[in-house]
């Protein structure tokens, strides 16, 4: 267990150990934040002095010696055609990679001169 406490920039606590929960990963942290706070966590970001903790993997024991001091900086959502557009893109082309991976194919097999996996 790692002794921590998550402020926002201008110093107002978000979350610290010790308040009923211990969390052993970044993304531990984000989803306990997420549920006391209603913050998604794809809008935090969480900062360790001038580094951003972007791994949801990453284990808080990995980070220093405790108590970790943790900032957090809520991001806005976009509300743009611009970025409308682009989310609708991104899930086309995540929608046609899933049908690609649920076809039955040798992933191996001969495509455009090279392979899938080792073009």
Known sequence: MTALAVTTISGDKVLAEGDGSSFETVGGLKRAIQNRHGTPRYQQRLLLGERTLE???VALASLGEPP???DLVVL???EDDETRR???L???DLCALERL???PANPNGVVLG???LRS
């Open 90 to 92: 991104a899930m086309k």
């Open 101 to 103: 991976l649920r076809v």
């Open 86 to 88: 682009a989310v609708v």
């Open 55 to 57: 791994e949801d993997s």
């Open 76 to 78: 806005p959502y976009q």
């Open 114 to 116: 090279g392979t899938p």
């Open 68 to 70: 970790l001091r943790l």
